[in-house]
């Protein structure tokens, strides 16, 4: 069996023959499934997904079409066996298929491997040829499709650049003239495509057109948008003009391949995460490698030693990637076992520690958050028994990671934010200066103190041009977005589109510096729902809004919004308890505020309870990255319904 995607979605057997999936809205379904890459997706999600307007019997529906898909690609299941493709988990569905038999996950798996070594040339020329048309083609009208293919059109152009570049670093590449001319003319906004295209250009022998596809490339860009070309191509112009005999590529990636150990590879890694975003991404994936190479020697001291090795600064409560943390917490976890109570403390620190910081509280069952407070605070004890400065700060991380156990603990987080910042200041550790000061932005911001905020804010944006963490800025631009949110409600303030337009621009600046799938996904529409809140205007009801890991809050205002009354009380009463993290106050008083316009005085009670360790709090401020206003609004709103005869 193997599913396709990349073009109109289809099944086939191992011998080739086409599957009927049956209608439109069966293939949607498998095609949903694919897309959520073997994670569970919600029936609510499934429903939102499939209809703009869900029928009343829309979940029932969704079971039959379910039902119909497990017949098709599971044929000889016999009769009451349960499903192992399309399986049912807890409230909704998962696909369970190996990636190798879906072509959307072989595409981004040879890409991958191709940005970390270019002997996997190979394999990208495959994924590139499997591409039929565009991602789920026949998949129209779906915001969810839509999104998806604009990614992964993105993925396939980066891939054919890429390709492009290998192939020229390797020495051939003039035969790639006509593709890459196709590729600027398709898509001219491309500097990269520009510059490939002026490589080959070079390599068959014609600097004059080279030199020409640059000076074009330099026209467009003035003309059309205003900016002058990128260091890479004025760098590749001063080299063609000077007749380089070779191009090399201005820039060169290290990998973590076969020829390094894992104590260099988890060296890189580190050095690299600092870089944030899509480096963070890359560094993190090469040193959980590392992790799984030392602990396949057998050297437990080994082990240890690369595990704790990564110190890297960690600011969020929720994991970019909760699966890849969960084994480095077990990988951890087993070398504590192994080295004992009697092993030595700085190594034992060191990975309690890192079960701190890995364990972000978004993520957490009751039983494994209590674990990670534990290795919390026996890190820090034992780092501060042994006066090690920079194990401290690294503990001290996982107690800041970890001090989100309820509502309304802003103010001892700028305790554990200062102490930070004072050690790191005193014994010239960067990094963690500029944690320090991001920790105390957070608080600050949910304080409601907006001058203090600002000023750790731009400390931070200081400190980030010497350690080049690239990523600052993007976080305290979205600060400022939320102190604009803020102010637009004040007399003389900003509008609220022009607030609307700061988070507009800090969304933008955060997908470009690659984004951080545990921050960034469903920021933008929260904070959207915060600035009308504060301006007492109904959220947004666009479809293609991304509400990531917040919906099921914001679900029950959003159908209300659109005349759902009962839905949205079905919504209100089924929503989890919010988790423990950056946002759990903002969460508690969308719950509050929706409760408060049904009539839910259970629900309303709950949120209150909730909320009063909070109240002198701003919801969502302890993001530092947007707001809904002072809690006490939604507090009061709370306890005025559950006070209700």
């Not at 049912?88 to 491997?113: I, K, M, N, Q, S």
């Not at 980066?158 to 790639?176: P, T």
């Not at 082990?303 to 909760?322: E, K, N």
């Not at 988790?579 to 949120?607: F, K, S």
Request: net charge neutral.
């Amino acid at each position: 069996m193997r599913i396709d995607v990349l073009g109109a979605v289809r099944a086939l057997h191992d011998d080739g023959a086409p599957v009927d999936l049956g209608g439109p809205r069966h293939r949607e379904v498998l095609a949903r499934l694919v897309a959520a890459e073997g994670r569970l997706v919600t029936t609510d999600t499934l429903v939102d997904d499939l209809w703009a307007e869900p029928p009343v019997r829309a979940v029932g529906a969704l079971r039959t079409f379910v039902a119909a898909l497990r017949r098709a690609i599971e044929p000889g299941r016999p009769p009451r066996t349960p499903p192992r493709l399309l399986v049912t988990e807890g409230p909704g569905y998962a696909l369970r298929l190996p990636r190798d038999t879906v072509d959307v996950h072989r595409f981004e798996d040879a890409l991958a491997r191709a940005r970390r070594t270019p002997d996997a040339l190979t394999d990208l020329d495959a994924a590139l040829a499997a591409w039929r048309g565009p991602a789920y083609a026949d998949v129209t009208g779906s915001a969810w499709a839509q999104r998806e293919r604009t990614r992964l059109e993105e993925l396939r152009l980066e891939a054919v650049e890429l390709r492009a570049r290998l192939l020229l670093d390797s020495g051939s590449g003039a035969e790639l003239v006509a593709e890459l001319g196709a590729h600027v003319t398709e898509h001219p906004w491309r500097e990269t495509g520009w510059g490939l295209l002026a490589r080959a250009l070079h390599r068959a022998g014609r600097q004059t057109d080279a030199l020409a596809t640059l000076r074009r490339a330099r026209t467009m860009l003035a003309d059309q948008l205003g900016l002058d070309p990128g260091a890479d191509l004025r760098r590749l112009e001063t080299d063609i003009l000077r007749g380089a005999t070779t191009l090399q590529p201005p820039r060169t990636v290290w990998t973590s391949g076969a020829r390094l150990g894992p104590r260099t590879t988890v060296g890189l890694a580190r050095t690299l995460a600092l870089a944030g975003g899509d480096a963070l991404v890359h560094s993190r994936r090469d040193r959980l490698a590392a992790v799984r190479a030392a602990e396949r020697t057998g050297d437990i001291a080994l082990t240890a030693r690369v595990i704790g090795a990564y110190d890297v600064p960690a600011l969020w409560s929720r994991a970019d990637d909760p699966e890849q943390s969960r084994a480095v917490v077990a990988a951890a976890e087993r070398t504590l076992t192994a080295l004992g109570t009697d092993g030595p403390a700085g190594a034992r620190a060191r990975l309690l520690a890192t079960v701190a910081v890995e364990s972000r509280s978004a993520d957490l069952s009751a039983t494994e958050r209590g674990r990670a407070e534990r290795a919390a605070r026996e890190a820090e004890a034992l780092a501060r028994e042994l006066g090690d400065p920079a194990l401290l700060a690294f503990a001290l991380n996982g107690v800041f990671l970890q001090s989100f156990a309820r509502p309304g603990l802003a103010a001892e987080r700028d305790v554990i934010g200062s102490e930070i910042l004072d050690l790191a200041t005193r014994h010239e550790l960067p990094d963690f200066v500029v944690l320090g000061r991001l920790v105390r932005l957070q608080s600050a911001s949910a304080l409601g103190d907006l001058d203090a905020a600002t000023a750790h804010a731009e400390a931070a944006e200081q400190l980030a041009v010497s350690t080049e963490a690239s990523l600052v800025p993007v976080l305290t631009g979205w600060f400022r977005a939320r102190a604009s949110a803020a102010r637009s409600t004040e007399p003389g303030g900003p509008t609220a589109a022009t607030a609307a337009a700061h988070y507009r621009a800090a969304e933008n600046a955060l997908a470009e510096a690659g984004g951080m799938p545990g921050l960034h996904l469903g920021l933008f529409a929260l904070a959207l729902l915060g600035l009308r809140l504060l301006h007492d205007r109904p959220p947004p009801t666009d479809p293609a809004l991304d509400w990531g890991p917040y919906r099921p809050w914001t679900r029950p205002l959003v159908l209300l919004a659109r005349n759902r009354t009962e839905e949205a009380r079905t919504a209100l009463t089924t929503a989890p308890v919010p988790p423990l993290d950056h946002m759990q106050e903002a969460l508690w008083c969308l719950t509050a505020h929706a409760a408060a316009r049904l009539g839910e005085r259970p629900v309303a009670a709950r949120a209150a309870t909730a909320l009063h360790p909070a109240r002198t709090e701003h919801a969502g401020g302890a993001s530092g990255m947007l707001t809904l206003g002072p809690v006490a609004r939604y507090l009061a709103e709370a306890e005025a319904c559950a006070g209700k005869s």
